[in-house]
């Protein structure tokens, strides 16, 4: 039987910071923050970890911050991955019961999830997520819990998210190197999604784009279960790039130039603002038009939209985003991004914010701390399951009774 947790930890280790918040469950349901951490982290560079040391140095950082603000000390937590090797795959499966019709059983759910997420994965690659749906019942679409009714054969529709061992074992190291027990690795958009998402959205139909420092984590939504899936190498580090070669200023500055005067649009932006941008090399500064930020980071923002409509038309759900599309993660603060979104999708748009939790919200309250505070939820939601990262998402059964849930606990 699942044990509810007192503490529940999300420890997101991302291309730029290390994020760890520590939140309480209490029995009405509510999660509460208690504490949070951040530390600037330079060991991953789009999602992959490149250098552990560095990588651990940020979450013992995090971790200790976060401790200190709660007051209680931690070890185990749930951790998100990101990364251009992290693929969605939309599969189907199916079983026929044995000639005759017969009452579905929890062992025929099992085998039709099976047979679904059978694929010839490249020795490296493992299912991470497996996210049912809907089953078929002799063909009758739109079953939510096929346990119980009368039929000859049982389908079902998922989507797997596939992930590279070797990377996620890396970060998983990382974890445990900073004296923190992985509970589970969860994709970088879905644990975000719990915290900038909501119910009816994801019911209507809707897109997050998780945009972070080294990658962008797109997630489809549609009759509350996840469409699609795709991870995109294209981040807020590419806009400071941007600005650090045409500007010809270290990188620190055009970071620095970035968070304070950056736009994207030059309608938001003053025509007689200019501002002091530092030489290279012990050159001296120079003054440049604010608005020849927007005309360097315009053109980023276009390539990143369009790769994101791109994606959402080859995986057909363009036409389906009836709530529109949100965006969170760090990248989403640049100015005019979000109107620039609107533009290109013709969609509303906006930027998502960590909700759904009490106590110290305030501190997690920007769209740096989705992840962390979505995996504290994803966390809360499915508290009890199984450590490791082959664990997967058990999403699903929480949807279909208490009873589903256990059994997705045993199974996976
Ligand atoms: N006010 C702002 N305006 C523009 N960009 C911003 C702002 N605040 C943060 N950013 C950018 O957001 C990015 C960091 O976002 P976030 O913390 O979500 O990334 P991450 O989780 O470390 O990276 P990833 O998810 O790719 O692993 C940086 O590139 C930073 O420049
Ligand atoms: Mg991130």
Redesign the pocket.
């Known amino acids: 039987m699942a044990r509810l947790e007192r503490y529940i930890v999300g420890l ?1 280790i ?4 290390v994020c760890a918040v520590i939140a309480e469950a209490h029995d009405d349901g509510d999660l509460q923050i208690l504490g949070a951490g951040l530390a600037p982290s330079t060991g ?1 560079k789009k ?1 992959v970890v490149v250098d552990i040391e560095s990588t651990v140095a940020a979450v013992k950082t995090a971790v200790e911050e976060a401790e200190l603000m709660a007051g209680v000390s931690v070890d185990r937590a749930w951790i998100s991955a ?1 990364g251009t090797h992290i693929r969605g795959i939309n599969s189907r499966g199916a079983i026929t019961l044995e000639g005759r019709s017969r009452e579905i059983s929890e062992e025929d759910v099992r085998r039709v999830i099976d047979a679904a997420s059978d694929l010839d994965l490249p020795a490296d690659r493992e299912a991470v997520h497996l996210l049912p749906q809907q089953f078929l019942v002799d063909g009758q679409e739109n079953i939510v819990d096929p346990v119980g009714m009368s039929a000859m054969r049982l389908e079902v529709n998922l989507h797997l998210v596939v992930a590279s061992v070797s990377a996620l074992q890396n970060l998983v190291t990382c974890a445990n190197k900073g004296g923190i027990e992985v509970q589970a690795v969860v994709l ?1 958009s879905l644990a975000s999604n719990e915290a900038a998402l909501s119910h009816d959205e994801r019911e209507l139909g809707v897109a997050l784009l ?1 945009i ?4 962008s ?1 797109l997630v489809c939504y549609q009759g509350g279960t996840v469409n699609h899936t795709a991870v995109f190498p294209i ?3 590419n806009f ?1 790039n941007d600005l650090s070669v045409v500007l010809k200023t270290p990188l620190p500055d055009a ?1 620095r130039i ?2 304070r005067y ?1 736009a994207v649009l030059s309608e938001l932006v003053p025509s007689d603002q200019t501002i002091e941008v530092a030489g290279i090399g012990g050159r001296a500064p120079t003054l440049v038009p604010r608005r020849q930020l927007c005309e360097i980071l315009r053109p980023r923002a276009v390539e990143m939209l369009d790769l994101v409509r791109d994606e959402l038309r080859r995986a057909g759900f363009a036409d389906e985003l009836h709530a529109g599309i949100v965006l969170t ?3 989403a ?3 005019g991004l979000a109107e620039a979104a609107e533009q290109r999708f013709g969609l509303p748009v906006r930027v998502g914010v960590p909700s759904g939790v009490t106590g110290l919200a305030d501190v997690v309250s920007g ?2 701390y989705s ?1 962390a505070v979505g995996l504290a939820l994803y966390g809360h939601r499915n508290s009890g399951e199984q450590s490791r990262f082959e664990l997967k998402d058990p999403t699903f059964a929480r949807r279909v009774r208490g009873r589903f849930a256990r059994w997705f606990g045993d199974l996976f």
């Open positions: 997101d991302g291309t730029t910071k991953q999602g990101t970088e998780d972070g420092g080294g990658t984590d981040g807020g580090e400071t970071e970035k968070l950056g993660g760090g990248g603060l640049l100015e769209p740096v992840t």
